[in-house]
């Protein structure tokens, strides 16, 4: 994954995340900042792709002690095939080889989306539960 892949990545995240409660605009903006963050690793990030284009993708970060998956997202064509799966995986070896064995990531635990699965069935477990709580501004 590089920043020149930006517009067929935010496209992907859109569709990825289309069914996906909360705020998912993944406009190019917002994309191009996820790519050029420092603690972005885009050797590790990945973008997969079929026969009509981009399916799946995968943007990891490197945290003081451990690994961090930002963004995975595959499209719903494409679900159900071990993509997410294999993504994963491939981020945990490229994370285990630079001597960071713990890679982390966050969900919502009312997320329908079948990702809690794909997590467990690359074999990782839930470790706590996070309530986020937020106020809207008014005018």
């Not at 069914?19 to 050029?36: I, Q």
């Not at 026969?51 to 963004?71: A, H, K």
């Not at 009312?110 to 990782?124: F, I």
């Amino acid at each position: 994954l590089t920043p020149d892949d930006r517009p067929a990545a935010a496209e992907l995240l859109r569709d990825a995340f289309s069914a996906h409660p909360g705020a998912n605009t993944f406009d190019d903006e917002s994309v191009t900042y996820l790519l050029r963050r420092p603690s972005s690793r885009l050797d590790l990030s990945l973008l997969a792709d079929d026969e009509d284009g981009p399916v799946g993708m995968i943007l990891c970060e490197q945290r003081p002690t451990e690994g961090f998956v930002l963004l995975l997202g595959v499209r719903s064509r494409a679900r159900g095939l071990g993509l997410g799966t294999a993504l994963l995986r491939q981020a945990f070896r490229g994370f285990a080889a630079d001597g960071l064995p713990l890679v982390r990531l966050a969900v919502e635990q009312e997320n329908t989306t079948g990702a809690v699965g794909v997590y467990e069935s690359a074999g990782m477990h839930r470790r706590h539960a996070l309530q986020m709580w937020t106020r809207p501004l008014s005018g």
